[in-house]
């Protein structure tokens, strides 16, 4: 017998930490043969500042400031307004 360990980070403002880890248990009860036992729990809680969680998104997701559009940069703002 092996075990096998996964991470999954769920990012939310408020969430139903039961109801995430009973539906992950029914999602691998129904998705994994009869034989293969799962064992789901919460983890920690780890509260985001704006800036950490953009960071976050970059480093895990790849969705940079840039590409999700809500970066801060009032440089480029200020260019933008020196254009127009």
Not at 25 to 30: A, F, I, T, V, Y
């Amino acid at each position: 017998m092996k075990k096998f360990s996964f991470v999954v980070d769920v990012v939310a403002t408020d969430l139903d930490r039961e109801v995430v880890v009973d539906s992950i248990s029914e999602c691998l009860r129904d998705a994994l043969p009869a034989d293969v036992h799962a064992n789901v729990k919460a983890g920690e809680i780890k509260s985001f500042s704006e800036q950490g969680y953009k960071v976050w998104r970059a480093r895990v997701t790849g969705v940079t400031a840039e590409a999700a559009g809500d970066a801060a940069n009032p440089k480029a703002k200020a260019k933008e307004l020196v254009e127009a």
